[in-house]
């Protein structure tokens, strides 16, 4: 999956981005306060999406 549609996928689903690290963005549910690390990659693997999603406790694109 692109990391763009990914992005796309996490802002519809009401989460935003928190802050940049070195290698990674930090995107925040606001919902149940919980903060997930997306690599800086074109692609991102659709299990790993699939695990941000979970851990995120939205649904999975």
Same mark, same amino acid.
């Given at each position: 999956?692109?990391?763009?549609?990914?992005?796309?996928?996490? @802002?519809?689903?009401?989460?935003?981005?928190?802050?940049?690290?070195?290698?990674?963005? /930090?995107? &925040?549910?606001?919902?149940?306060?919980?903060?997930? @690390?997306?690599?800086?990659?074109r692609?991102?693997?659709?299990f790993?999406?699939?695990? /941000?999603? &979970?851990?995120?406790?939205?649904?999975?694109?």
């Amino acid at each position: 999956m692109k990391r763009k549609d990914f992005i796309r996928h996490l @802002s519809k689903n009401g989460c935003f981005l928190e802050r940049e690290a070195i290698k990674y963005s /930090i995107f &925040k549910n606001p919902v149940n306060n919980i903060e997930v @690390s997306v690599t800086r990659h074109r692609e991102i693997a659709d299990f790993s999406a699939k695990k /941000i999603c &979970k851990e995120l406790q939205i649904k999975t694109p």
